[in-house]
């Protein structure tokens, strides 16, 4: 996909910027980094090797601070905090929208979280507490309370002039909410409503009360996949008794599809999607090390298993040249599945009611897919060794093991999710051993049975 313009300037920026850095010209790397975007400061710092990382964020203008802080990922941004103090961190936090707030925090070792919070003035205390108290990955975690709410019992007029007075609206707001006394949601007003409406209307008589509002505790995953069904740009979020807390916008959204990408794409290579490309030797082997022992692990016990047929290697070598064959087409086409069956679960495609039938499916495609390359490989080796019983031998290991691979591809993952284990992360170094077992005995048991 070719760069956008603003890309390419982003892109030419950090490069001047590291240049500068390099040859000593820190006003000069002051002034440029005034004048940049919080979002390309996030992306300069995490481009940068921890040394300069520090003397960039040192000279950065501390009023950017918090915007920038929201920005950077995770474990950049926890390293960049460990070197603040508490009182400046308490301040970057104060202009934080409320879920940016408790996300921070959130991070935060406890007790650099605890010297934070006493730092804090006792608004911001409050506030951040508040926004603790919601789950992890819930509607309540990712909600802003920068809301504009409107009666129902007033004209349009009245909102009007009540927003021009106000001169400015909270970033993202697309619609107002109507609330009764209480604070109970009983409607809303899009904007592109409200200016062609009629102004000696009432709220009540203009609002639509035909809306689905976010429940507080709905995982942030099913939030995301509402916003992509109903294409909103906002939407509000309820407690039990329909009050209004807070309200859910896009930009948010984006953040969790695009974190929710990431997680897929780094858990199947068995890191942390929020691992920085930086970070020290030390780290990064400790946080490597545990995958590698698991498939360390799964690669011994497969040999193991091979080392039954020892005996059968010996007496026909062929089959040592052959071997790889049937487990290495299992495991891309496991993989397939699997790909596909962990994406469907993820936009919530598949469910209890449909999984049978994509089993069933999945076994028919493997049982195709089996029997074409079956009969491929078997005539490419009946040909080139000029055995046709090795042919056959070959076409049976593969029937068996492309099955075996299509039926893993979606066992697995519904499996892991059941048991609340992710199956991005787990789900491709458990297939990779089913596929080289059964095909290791599929292939080399039936050799023993057939061809010794």
């Known amino acids: 996909m070719p760069e956008t313009i603003e890309q390419q300037t982003a892109k030419a920026q950090i490069r001047e910027i590291a240049a500068a850095l390099d040859s000593g010209m820190f006003v000069h790397v002051r002034r440029m980094l ?20 520090m003397i960039l964020w040192q000279l950065v203008d501390h009023d950017f601070y918090g915007e920038i802080l929201e920005e950077l990922s995770e474990e950049v941004r926890n390293g960049i905090i460990a070197q603040m103090g508490p009182e400046k961190v308490a301040l970057a936090t104060e202009s934080m929208d409320d879920d940016d707030l408790a996300e921070v925090l959130r991070s935060l070792p406890d007790s650099v ?36 709410t409107i009666r129902p019992d007033v004209s349009v007029d009245v909102i009007l002039r009540y927003l021009r007075l106000k001169g400015e609206l909270p970033e993202g707001t697309d619609q107002l909410f109507v609330v009764d006394k209480h604070d ?43 916003f992509e069904r109903h294409n909103w740009i906002s939407a509000p979020v309820i407690d039990d008794e329909n009050q209004l807390l807070g309200r859910i916008t896009i930009d948010d959204v984006v953040d969790i599809i695009r974190e929710e990408a990431e997680h897929s794409m780094m858990s199947m290579a068995g890191l942390d999607d929020e691992h920085d490309t930086f970070a020290p030797v030390k780290k990064s082997i400790q946080g490597r090390s545990i995958w590698l022992g698991v498939n360390l692990l799964t690669v011994l016990f497969a040999a193991f298993v091979m080392n039954f047929f020892e005996p059968t290697f010996e007496a026909l070598a062929v089959l040592a040249i052959l071997n790889n064959i049937v487990p290495s087409m299992g495991g891309v086409a ?15 495609h598949i469910t209890s009611s449909n999984s049978r039938w994509l089993l069933g499916k999945e076994f028919a495609i493997g049982m195709l897919n089996g029997l074409i390359w079956a009969i491929l490989i078997s005539g490419v080796v009946a040909i080139w060794k000029n055995d046709i019983k090795l042919g056959a031998v070959l076409a049976f290991a593969m029937m068996v093991n492309l099955v075996a691979a299509a039926v893993s591809g979606v066992l ?40 010794i």
């Open 34 to 53: 005034f004048n940049m975007p919080a979002c390309d400061i996030a992306l300069l710092l995490e481009s940068s090797p921890p040394k300069s990382r």
């Open 113 to 148: 979280y605890q010297e934070v919070i006493r730092s804090m003035d006792v608004q911001d205390r409050n506030r951040a507490e508040q926004a603790l108290s919601y789950m992890e990955e819930t509607a309540g975690s990712i909600m802003n309370t920068d809301t504009i």
């Open 184 to 226: 109970m949601l009983m409607g809303v007003i899009p904007l592109s409503l409200l200016v062609t409406s009629i102004p000696n209307k009432s709220v009540r008589e203009v609002m639509e009360t035909d809306l689905e509002a976010i429940h507080v505790n709905m995982g942030e995953a099913e939030v995301a996949q509402l």
């Open 334 to 348: 496991g993989n397939q599945t699997l790909t596909l069956v962990i994406r469907g679960l993820a936009v919530g």
């Open 412 to 451: 697995i993952p519904l499996v892991l999710k059941r048991m609340n284990i992710d199956p991005a992360l787990a789900g491709g170094v458990v297939l990779t051993t089913i596929t080289d077992i059964v095909g290791a005995i599929a292939f080399l048991g039936t050799a023993t049975l057939f061809l």
